[in-house]
């Protein structure tokens, strides 16, 4: 691997499709015709969405109902249930603009508060673990503090389908990030913390019996990746970042302080205890902005299979 600012392979941000200036005619930074078609697309094909999916609304309203239970009526949850296809409408909408857009246009509508506890917790030198949900545009904004700040090592699952996996790796590396894949990323992660460098982990949906720890999440266990918390047994600081999209259509990523971990005689009960406090993060966030959280998932499907029955 190259040194903490290269990416293996001499790899340089991709500059997008367009020039900079016919981007910005397109999507500007504060454009209201892109800022329009935006909101237009988010509420007409969210709701043409909402009402034909039927199995992905019936997970959304259902992992609703699990997880709120009388603190929402049913009206409420359908009403939330009608924003989260909309957010991830307007999420596709600005995953498609990035493919056309210059970095400069990323690189202003991302909005980085907290960077100096991440920068705090790479002084140590071990490298630094950010673990992250899907909330708000998490793409879009790991994607814009990679150009704004430093490159990050994304550890994600490769896309089945092969175009997916080829637009994907190249929306995620553009900004000069690396992609390390999931299925077998254990010694790559271990080589970018060895260089002092970020690695970034989504830790907020199901994970097979063997492989997830037990965790509360909204009150019920669910099956949450270890990895970050077995880095932090090992002495890698373990940095919450989440993202939001603003009203103005920017998009915002918080760096928290390095979560604590308390090293005893007993390194399960140490690694649940961390898993645990990692997905409390997790829930606070989303409860701040539901409607921007991947309901349509089935977090509890290993530990109440019920729940997703006939869906």
Known sequence: MGAQGEPPGGHRPHRGVLSPASGALLVRPGGR?????????????????????????????????????????PAARERLARQVFRHFVRFAWEMAVLLLAPLTYLKKRVLILGEENLAAALQKGRGAVCIAAHAGNWEY????????????????????????????????????????????????????????????????????????????FFGHPARTTPVAALLARRGVPVVPSLSRRLPDGRQMMIFFPPLPFEKTADPEADIRRQVALQNLYIEAWVRREPSQWLWLHRRWKNQFPELYENV
């Open 33 to 73: 015709w892109g800022q329009a078609l935006g909101d237009f697309l988010a509420a007409a094909l969210g709701e043409v969405w909402y009402r034909l999916d039927r199995r992905h609304r019936e997970i959304t309203l259902r992992n609703l109902a699990f997880a709120y239970g009388a603190e929402l009526t």
């Open 141 to 216: 904004t790991v994607m814009g503090y990679g150009l704004q700040f430093r490159r990050v090592a994304v550890v994600a699952r490769e896309l089945d389908h092969p175009l997916a996996r080829r637009l994907a790796r190249y929306l995620r590396e553009r900004g000069g990030n690396w992609m390390v894949n999931k299925q077998r990323g254990l010694r790559e992660i271990l080589a970018h913390l060895k260089h002092n460098r970020v690695v970034g982990i989504v830790i907020d949906q199901n994970t097979a019996t063997q492989e997830g720890v037990l965790a509360d």
